[in-house]
C-alpha cells in the first residue's frame, strides 16, 4: 500500500506518518528528513541544499526524484511507503507515476490534510518558544518568516497537485486542524474504507 500525506509544512505530515507506519508496517519516506540527513553528514548535495532550505524554497526536480528512486528500491520499501512532502510539484507527481509503474504498483490514496494557515504560524511560534524555553536547537527554517515562504510555495507549486490527483480519483480531504488522535481517526477511515 503506497500512500500520500499531503498538506503545508506543520501540517502534521510527520506526526500521522509515523502512526502509519507502526500500524500497516509501511515505510515512511520524507524527502525533507532525507535532506537533513545529507546536510548532517556535510554531502555536496547538502552543501547546496541547506541555503534552499532555510530560504524555504524548493529543491530542484530531477534531485530529488533521483533520491526517491534509488530509496524506493531498497528492502524495507517492500510492503509500500508513506510519501511525507513528496511529491511537492506537478513534475514531482507525474515521476512518482512512472516508477510505481514500473514496479506494478499504484497509490492507494492521496490523504491532504486540510489546515488554516494563520494556525499553524501561530502553532511554530509556540513551538520555537517551548523550545528555547527548553535550550533546545532551533531549526534553520524554523522561524515565521521562512514559514510563511514556505506556506507561498505550497500555494503556488504544491497546490496544483491536488487538481492533478483530484482528476484521478485519488484524492481524500481531511481536517487537520482537530487532535493527533482525530486526524488519525479520519485518515483510518479513509485507508480501510
Ligand atoms: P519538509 O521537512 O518536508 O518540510 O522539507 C524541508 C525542506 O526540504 C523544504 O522546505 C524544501 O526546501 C526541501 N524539500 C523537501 N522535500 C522536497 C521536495 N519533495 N521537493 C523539493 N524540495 C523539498
Given at each position: ?43 555536496e548535495l547538502g552543501l547546496k541544499a541547506k541555503s534552499i532550505m532555510d530560504g524555504g524554497h524548493l529543491i530542484s526536480d530531477d534531485i530529488i526524484i533521483g533520491m526517491i528512486e534509488n530509496r524506493i528500491e531498497q528492502d524495507d520499501c517492500a510492503k509500500g511507503v508513506i510519501f511525507d512532502g513528496f511529491p511537492r ?105
Amino acid at each position: 500500500m503506497n500512500i500520500i500525506l499531503l498538506g503545508p509544512p506543520g501540517a502534521g505530515k510527520g506526526t500521522q506518518a509515523k502512526k502509519l507506519e507502526e500500524k500497516y508496517g509501511l515505510k515512511q519516506l520524507s524527502t525533507g528528513d532525507m535532506l537533513r540527513a545529507e546536510i548532517a553528514a556535510g554531502s555536496e548535495l547538502g552543501l547546496k541544499a541547506k541555503s534552499i532550505m532555510d530560504g524555504g524554497h524548493l529543491i530542484s526536480d530531477d534531485i530529488i526524484i533521483g533520491m526517491i528512486e534509488n530509496r524506493i528500491e531498497q528492502d524495507d520499501c517492500a510492503k509500500g511507503v508513506i510519501f511525507d512532502g513528496f511529491p511537492r510539484t506537478v513534475p514531482q507527481a507525474e515521476a512518482l507515476d512512472k516508477m510505481l509503474a514500473a514496479k506494478g504498483h499504484s497509490l492507494k490514496s492521496v490523504i491532504h490534510l486540510v489546515v488554516d494557515e494563520e494556525a499553524l504560524v501561530g502553532r511554530l511560534n509556540n513551538r520555537i518558544a517551548e523550545m528555547k524555553a527548553a535550550g533546545q536547537e532551533i531549526r534553520g527554517d524554523d522561524n515565521e518568516d521562512t514559514l510563511r515562504e514556505r506556506l507561498k510555495v505550497f500555494r503556488d507549486q504544491t497546490a496544483p497537485i491536488i487538481p492533478y490527483y483530484k482528476g484521478k480519483n485519488m484524492l481524500a480531504e481531511v481536517d487537520g486542524m482537530g487532535s493527533i488522535d482525530g486526524v488519525e481517526a479520519q485518515i483510518d477511515a479513509i485507508l480501510t474504507a
